[in-house]
């Protein structure tokens, strides 16, 4: 059973900073293109940012310079620093696992990310 668990969201104020984590389980981990998307009220989902295996990342230009994607591939997770957050930012963001190959592609829960001062 696959399972993408995020943690890290909450509330901050503007120019504040979180880090988000995803732990995945039930996949081989390298051989997925992991990512975060986020969703705004009343919004569609978007791409926040992309990180392939061995690790070349993909940004939103809203995020370049703010935001950094990483990977720990002997723990399983993907990681999401959020430096100098907006109120723009705010959002659910979700975790995303793509297969490389087969394109197979898992989502996790979501975590709510508050900015607001």
């Known amino acids: 059973q696959v399972q993408l668990v995020e943690s890290g969201g909450g509330l901050v104020q503007p120019g504040g900073s979180l880090r988000l984590s995803c732990e995945a389980s039930?996949?081989?981990?390298?051989?997925?293109?992991m990512a975060w998307y986020r969703q705004a009220p009343g919004m569609q989902r978007e791409l926040v940012a992309q990180?392939?295996?061995?690790?070349?990342?993909n940004y939103a230009t809203s995020v370049k310079g703010r935001f950094t994607i990483s990977r720990d591939n002997a723990r399983n997770t993907v990681y999401l620093q959020m430096n100098s957050l907006k109120p723009e930012d705010t959002g659910v963001y979700y975790c995303?696992?793509?297969?490389?190959?087969?394109?197979?592609?898992?989502w996790g829960q979501g975590t709510q990310v508050t900015v607001s001062s």
């Open positions: 995303n696992a793509e297969n490389r190959f087969s394109k197979a592609s898992y």
């Open positions: 039930g996949i081989t981990f390298s051989a997925y293109a």
């Open positions: 990180i392939t295996n061995p690790g070349r990342t």
